[in-house]
Nanobody, 125 residues
Framework: QLQASGGGLVQAGGSLRLSCAHS????????MGWFRQAPGKEREFVAA????????YYEDSVKGRFTISRDNAKNTVYRQMYSLKSEDTAVYYC????????????????????WGQGTLVTVSS
């Protein structure tokens, strides 16, 4: 149901925009998040956005460099990345869920029941 795209090779300091498209008709009910997994590391939270798009959340290392947004009319969530660093190299996954538990946390992987296939971002120094 979730298809991520937009990854690729970019030089340090450059920018890139990732997209994640939802194939169903209920996208506006999904809380959405982005996670990443660098080589040899565990998957970690990057950013998340509320159903309406009015609230956004970021991992500390990407604040001010990454932005998350969504277009519910296009069933798509975006993540714009600026000032990329070599440590941003990772496979990026989008994730979503229409009905997370009442006390869910946007940054927890367990919140999300649906995951995209991942898209690789490589930042060259």
């Amino acid at each position: 149901q979730l298809q991520a795209s937009g990854g690729g090779l970019v030089q340090a300091g450059g920018s890139l925009r990732l997209s994640c498209a939802h194939s169903g008709r209920t996208f506006s009910s999904y809380v959405m998040g982005w996670f990443r997994q660098a080589p040899g590391k565990e998957r970690e939270f990057v950013a998340a956005i509320s159903r309406s798009g009015n609230s956004t959340y970021y991992e500390d290392s990407v604040k001010g460099r990454f932005t998350i947004s969504r277009d519910n009319a296009k069933n798509t969530v975006y993540r714009q990345m600026y000032s990329l660093k070599s440590e941003d190299t990772a496979v990026y996954y989008c994730a979503g869920d229409p009905a997370p538990v009442y006390d869910f946390s946007y940054s927890k992987q367990a919140t999300y029941g649906y995951w995209g296939q991942g898209t690789l971002v490589t930042v060259s120094s």
